[in-house]
């Protein structure tokens, strides 16, 4: 079948439903599932040429499949990026991306405030092969400047953060970066190129768990890099095809269906988080509220520059507690006495997810590290979904207003 161009300049909603490879000799009108390990070759010589990179063609799963390249076209298209790469989950993206970019004796720069296991993984994992690296205040310019050396490589944000929010400033942190000859690689997941494409403020790589609002219902774990078609086909695909922190062609099939409702989930769950943390403020069992879209948040112009306007999804906020035991105490009081919400550590799904980072998602952190990145035992994640708001409130206040 032959397919139709898609036309230039095409917005973000437009991209969402319809770039993706083309369709089969069948013309499905939603993109096909392509569950196979293997693809047949023509004759011999072709399958040589393929397997050597000579010519184009997909060969196995691990590192070719046409569902994957479907996921991977719309989500290059939506960040604004020439070419994506999917991968097994958001934390392998993070392991891609480290892999492919760093040796022993090279440095990274990475905000203290990212999530729990990509500290881990930078700070301890990858030390143990010889990368260095120095964690810096999510905010501080002048902290990530003094911070860069002469092997310094790569500089890794996450913006906002997880789970206070924090909002760097994406292209002050890419002048930095490409200052020094190094790139800067941000985690998009919370915003999604629904509201922010760090590319276009000069990031060079943006990373994605596609296990929250891509997929967007928490069906799936998924992940993802968008950077240049030079750095996808060169760095990243030779690392994928040899290590295999592949994402199935079902994963990616879920993710590929998820994104086409990305937009207006984004603009609806980012009103209702917004409603909801300027509701949280004026109750007295809570001692201060994290959210971007907040007149109140130290970086809220930034944010509402960066992120088209809106404040994503995620608040998070301190009930009161005078000791780090009674904060974790009346933090457990509020999440188990919902009756609504869903306790998991997950986010971006369209049901309402409560959780207390500081023993779920930054749990395997000691505590220091914990409060460096400013995680105390009274602080509670809420991701919000797509319920009324009013259910939202009064399943919160079942805990408040009894603490």
């Known amino acids: 079948m032959t397919a139709k161009k898609l036309p230039e300049g095409l917005h973000i909603d437009t991209l969402a ?17 392509f569950l196979t390990s293997s693809f047949i070759q023509p004759d011999s010589e072709t399958a040589a040429r393929r397997f050597s990179g000579l010519e184009d063609g997909y060969i196995y799963s691990r590192f070719t499949n046409p569902t994957n390249a479907s996921m991977e076209q719309r989500l290059a298209a939506l960040e604004g990026a020439e070419a994506c790469i999917s991968t097994s989950s958001g934390m392998s993206a993070v392991l891609l991306l480290c892999m492919g970019l760093l040796k022993a004796g090279d440095h990274v720069v990475c905000s203290q405030s990212v999530f729990g296991s990509t500290l881990k993984l930078i700070g301890s994992e990858f030390a143990k092969f010889g990368v260095q690296s120095t964690f810096v205040p999510q905010t501080d310019v002048a902290a990530w400047q003094a911070a860069v050396q002469p092997n310094t490589k790569l500089l890794f944000a996450e913006t906002p953060t997880n789970p206070l929010t924090e909002v760097c400033d994406i292209r002050a942190l890419a002048d930095i970066a490409h200052n020094a000859g190094a790139l800067l690689a941000v985690d998009n997941c919370f915003c999604t190129p629904a509201l922010q494409r760090p590319i276009s403020l ?5 990373v994605h768990s596609g296990t929250k ?10 992940g993802a890099l968008c950077a240049s078609e030079k750095l996808v086909k060169e760095v990243f695909i030779p690392v994928m095809r040899s290590a295999g922190m592949s994402l199935s062609p079902f994963n990616a099939w879920v993710v590929l269906k998820g994104m086409e409702t990305l937009g207006i989930r984004m603009e609806a769950q980012s ?3 917004l409603a909801l943390a300027a509701w949280l403020e004026t109750h007295p069992k809570v001692a201060r509220v994290y959210y971007p879209g907040l007149s109140s948040h130290p970086q809220h112009a930034l944010a509402m520059r ?12 301190d009930v009161v507690g005078d000791t780090p035991e009674a904060g974790r105490r009346n ?11 869903s306790v998991t550590a997950n986010l971006g799904d369209v049901k309402t997810i409560i959780t207390q980072p500081a023993s779920t998602s930054h749990g395997r952190l000691t505590e220091a590290q914990r409060l460096a990145a400013g995680i105390q035992q009274n602080l509670i994640r809420v991701a919000v979904g797509l319920e009324h708001l ?9 805990g408040l207003d009894t603490l």
């Open 17 to 33: 439903v319809r770039a993706a490879v083309d369709k089969s000799q069948y013309g499905e009108n939603s993109e096909a599932l």
């Open 306 to 317: 960066q992120q088209s306007g809106l404040g994503g999804a995620v608040v998070s906020f």
């Open 271 to 273: 009103a209702r988080a």
């Open 213 to 222: 609002y891509l997929d967007g219902q928490g069906r799936v774990v998924a």
């Open 202 to 206: 000069g990031a060079d790589i943006v």
């Open 390 to 398: 009013d259910d939202l409130k009064a399943d919160l206040l079942r």
């Open 331 to 341: 933090a457990f009081h509020v999440i188990d006495s919902t009756q609504l919400l």
